[in-house]
């Protein structure tokens, strides 16, 4: 038996929109169906010849690769013909309920209206972790982060159910938290993520317990204090003499005060090109949010550019970065080196305990502390935090809050020096 169909790829275009959905048609005997790729498209980067996305760009406010796009185009044109040959070889050609449920089996996808067969809860995790990180593309600490608190749900309890999770349920598995001695933060995190979880599980129709969207942990929470350099202690770092016998610690201050004097991420400083280096300015696409983000170059930045402008770096890299976490201790080292020592309180919960943890400002330095260290001092400079929001790539106002409390108490203590005038 050899079914005859039609398939084809479709923009649901919408007016005044230059993006739109993606949708996958097929007809067959007088069926129609239709399926969503997940994605939109930008209407004048979509070729209707090729079926595909126009190489080399990017869709959607998250700057989707159409590569991207495009591999989950040929995976619906491969599920599609996979699902025709089960037909054909049962000899039957489908109505469009049975199309729909066996196309779906194919990309992993399940219908969201329908309870789905009975699996464990554990089975369900399994499915999501593997369905998750392939669609939303996670990244291996998300992948771990889960997988920890899959351990800790399995170890709370190995018979768990989603029925299980109601008020007594959460109290418990609360208490099991605290009783691994984990800080209030991590507590409410595991929190988070099993919510996540949940709510993924409803959706699919895996389970029906709604008790999870009420819940809410009572636990005492300290927001993390942010920790960066004041202009004293970045110009004592900056001009601190490195020792003979050290002198490997002089890359790592110069690619930690490039992110100090642009607020560059470790992830976006690691992957900045010669290319990408202009004039004035540096044109990055963020690796975290995809963002396209012009920096203006200071007398600074553009100084230790020009150090290594002549220095070749694998995958022609505009400066000597290495991992992130040899990079955070030789920071560290350098930092205690440099007398960067200012007493620093870390207060957090333990259940009802508060603890107040006092350390050298150098034992919590790390990559991301030359992004705070350059909005903390812009901010205090005056710039106002719109600029600032525009090199950092904030779009949520609200994110850039406690950097602005911070500078405000800055500009308020260096009012406090006209009291010294007689």
């Known amino acids: 038996m050899n079914i005859k169909y039609h398939a084809q790829f479709l923009l649901d275009r919408e007016k005044d929109n230059p993006t739109a959905k993606l949708r996958y048609r097929i007809k067959w005997d007088g069926n129609i169906v239709a399926f969503n790729l ?9 070729s ?33 013909q996979r699902t025709f040959q089960k037909f054909e070889v049962d000899v039957i050609s489908p109505c469009s309920k049975q199309f729909r449920e066996s196309f779906n089996g194919e990309i992993g996808r399940t219908p969201k209206t329908e309870i ?30 889960m997988n920890t608190l899959k351990n800790k749900l399995t170890e709370f309890n190995p018979d768990l159910k989603f029925d299980n999770l109601d008020e007594e349920g959460y109290n418990k598995f609360q208490h099991f938290l605290e009783s691994k001695n ?51 202690e970045l110009k004592r770092f900056r001009e601190y003499a490195i020792p003979e016998n050290k002198k490997h610690l002089e890359k790592i201050r110069d690619v930690f005060l490039f992110q100090c004097f642009t607020g560059l991420r470790y992830s976006d400083v690691f992957n900045l090109r010669k290319s990408d280096v202009k004039e004035k300015h540096i ?26 402008k002549d220095e070749d770096f694998m995958q022609n890299k505009a400066l000597p970065v290495i991992s992130n ?8 080292e350098l930092a205690e080196l440099a007398e960067i020592d200012e007493p620093v309180t870390q207060t957090y919960y333990k259940g009802k305990k508060r603890i107040d943890e006092v350390l050298p400002k150098f034992s919590l330095l790390g990559t991301h502390c030359g992004r705070r260290t350059f909005i903390c001092n812009a901010l205090s400079l005056g710039i106002p935090p719109q600029v600032v929001m525009k090199w950092t790539g904030h779009s949520d106002y609200s994110a850039m809050k406690p950097y602005i409390d911070i500078a405000d108490e800055i500009k308020a203590t260096a009012m406090e020096k006209f009291d010294l005038i007689i």
């Open 48 to 80: 209707t010849e090729t079926q595909r996305c126009k190489a080399n760009t990017t869709h959607g406010h998250k700057k989707i690769p159409a590569s991207i796009i495009n591999r989950q185009i040929q995976e619906f044109e491969s599920a599609c």
């Open 116 to 145: 789905v067969e009975e699996k464990s809860f554990f089975d369900v995790f399994d499915l999501f972790t593997h369905e998750e990180s392939r669609n939303s593309y996670w990244k291996d600490k998300t992948l771990m982060k």
């Open 283 to 308: 044109e990055i696409n963020s690796i975290k949010t995809s963002d396209n983000l012009t920096i203006d170059l200071n007398a600074h930045s553009r100084e230790i550019l020009l150090k290594y």
């Open 325 to 332: 976490q040899k990079m955070n201790d030789h920071l560290k």
């Open 38 to 46: 997940g994605y939109r498209v930008e209407v004048q980067k979509w």
């Open 182 to 232: 984990h800080k209030n933060s991590t507590i409410l995190k595991e929190f988070k993520s099993l919510k996540w979880f949940l709510k993924w599980a409803k959706r699919k129709g895996y389970q029906t317990n709604s008790y999870f969207e009420l819940f809410q942990p009572k636990l005492k929470n300290i927001p993390k204090k942010v920790i960066f350099l004041s202009q004293d």
